[in-house]
Nanobody, 124 residues
Framework: QVVLVESGGGLVQAGGSLRLSCAAS????????MGWFRQTPGSEREFVAA????????GYADSVKGRFTISRDNTKKTVYLQMNSLKPEDTAVYYC?????????????????WGKGTLVTVSS
């Protein structure tokens, strides 16, 4: 069992930055690929970024590539999402995700555990 708790969401102006954190419980954090998804009302939850077990490889959605950076600290059992050059279209609830599947771009159905989400609002 893994419990994921996100933090760091909030209101920011376009062009600004935020860093999301996701703290995990349990002793098996380092055995999960970790990722971030986001969702807006009426839309499906979409992939944003993912990172391998030791952080050596990352993957991103085209819409955030070059602006967002995912990282993890296995000693702190935490995964981060640094978001720069934010745009109004980045406004969404951001969810932390843990997966046993060894894919750098997991689908919704390949996620084993979800956090409850944190709201990011980017004003224009």
């Amino acid at each position: 069992q893994v419990v994921l708790v996100e933090s760091g969401g909030g209101l920011v102006q376009a062009g600004g930055s935020l860093r999301l954190s996701c703290a995990a419980s349990g002793r098996t954090f380092s055995t999960y690929y970790m990722g971030w998804f986001r969702q807006t009302p009426g839309s499906e939850r979409e992939f944003v970024a993912a990172i391998t077990l030791n952080g050596g490889t990352t993957g991103y959605a085209d819409s955030v590539k070059g602006r967002f950076t995912i990282s993890r600290d296995n000693t702190k059992k935490t995964v981060y999402l640094q978001m720069n050059s934010l745009k109004p279209e980045d406004t969404a609830v951001y969810y932390c995700a843990a997966s046993r599947r060894t894919t750098i771009r997991p689908s919704y159905n390949e996620i084993d555990y979800w956090g409850k989400g944190t709201l990011v609002t980017v004003s224009s």
